[in-house]
């Protein structure tokens, strides 16, 4: 059954036993309230291999390989040769990719993971993927201290642009990194502009503006949000709730983290910047 699987897609996956067995202490594979990790594949479990998956019936929210029926097992394996396949039900996703959310949590495979997990977000569009994948590489490359990956994550986001607009300036904010024209182009909506079809449609002259703008305000393109929110005034803000990780037995996977936009000095400050590059485009 595990013929033909890719050796990169392989080596990511999670085996209780036989041959492929590859954890060594149940503190590894352990979850919460006793269960184990639900991508985890059983050596004995059945599978069949069906002549048409797509009368195979959906597998259910929050999927568990041991869960599955036989044939859906068969329907798993086949997404597993071919993972970037956007055919495939969510549900199989999801199960390869709680295996890939553990090691984000253990900080095994990291890098590994890290990128499997953006390809899968240029291929499945769905949006609650979208949402929890983005929350997972943004919240592990600052568990990480990771700038590099935070950069990757935007810089490869093009083809998948839902994210939490707070979680990414959370994120850069706590990593002290700059907040750039290019952020505030791509979020308009989080500083409460609504034109996002003037962007969209004048979108590199309304950059360069937006750039000018900045430059002539802050002398930079990038300026960091601690100039404009200090870590007191960060605690005070209001808190949001997000998940962290959408593997339902990884501990630590929520968390309350401010609302950056309750922020009013900051939020009309980033405004005012673009309406006054719209006006210069006007």
Known sequence: MYRDIPDDVFDLLWFFDGEYKNWESYEDI????????????????????NENNSIVEFPDYYPNYRDLSSKQRGVYFDFLRDIYNSSF???????????????????????????????????????????????????????????????KFILFNNDAPFYSSNVLFFVIYKLQMPLTAEMIVDNPLFFGYGD????????????????????????????????????????ELNEKFEFVYANPTIEEREIRIPDISSDDGFIKEIYSLLINAEKSIK
């Open 89 to 151: 039900h969510i549900g199989y996703v999801f199960l390869f990719y709680y295996g890939l959310e553990r090691y984000l949590f253990r900080g095994e495979k990291f890098e590994e993971a890290f990128d499997t997990i953006i390809k899968l977000r240029n291929t499945h569009q769905n949006s609650s993927f979208q949402k929890y994948s983005a929350n997972a590489l943004l919240f592990s490359a600052l568990k990480y201290e990771r700038q590099d990956l935070v950069r």
């Open 30 to 49: 352990k979850g919460l309230f006793g269960n184990y990790e639900p991508s985890m594949i059983f050596k004995d479990y059945p599978v069949i291999e």
């Open 196 to 235: 996002k079809k003037f962007i969209k449609k004048n979108h590199d002259s309304f950059l360069q503006e937006l750039k000018s703008e900045m430059v002539e305000r802050f002398g930079s393109d990038g300026i960091l949000i601690s100039d404009f929110i200090s870590p007191e005034e960060m605690d």
